[in-house]
Nanobody, 126 residues
Framework: HIPLVESGGASVQTGGSLRLSCQAS?????????MGWFRQVPGREREGVAA????????SYSDSVKGRFTVSGDRYQGTLYLQMNDLKPEDTAVYYC??????????????????WGQGTQVTVSS
């Protein structure tokens, strides 16, 4: 388990933008091979939003955010970012950062990740 801390959540209006950040606490020589963003609203399953393989820099996105959200990060700093543009009320959720140290793909399946942050709230009002 790698400690992950998210930040950047806020309340914005429809059409606004936010940038979420995730910082991992890495021991010397430890690298996270995959990192991703997930979101969850009460009563619904956690949804994969965007993911990134930190070696190949391959990224994947859910259809609901493709073209509006951009994931980026730095493998050696243990950081992950999510630039969210053209936000919609349906983007309202708690956003979680997730990571995996083993060999992995940039999957949006939550079961693939073994480290999770505490989440940051994003609220988009109409």
């Amino acid at each position: 388990h790698i400690p992950l801390v998210e930040s950047g959540g806020a309340s914005v209006q429809t059409g606004g933008s936010l940038r979420l950040s995730c910082q991992a606490s890495l021991s010397t020589g430890t690298h996270l091979n995959c990192m991703g963003w997930f979101r969850q609203v009460p009563g619904r399953e956690r949804e994969g939003v965007a993911a990134r393989n930190t070696l190949s820099e391959f990224t994947s996105y859910s259809d609901s955010v493709k073209g509006r959200f951009t994931v980026s990060g730095d493998r050696y700093q243990g950081t992950l970012y999510l630039q969210m543009n053209d936000l919609k009320p349906e983007d309202t959720a708690v956003y979680y950062c997730a990571a995996k140290t083993d060999t992995c793909s940039a999957t949006l399946e939550s079961q693939a990740y073994d480290s999770w942050g505490q989440g940051t709230q994003v609220t988009v009002s109409s």
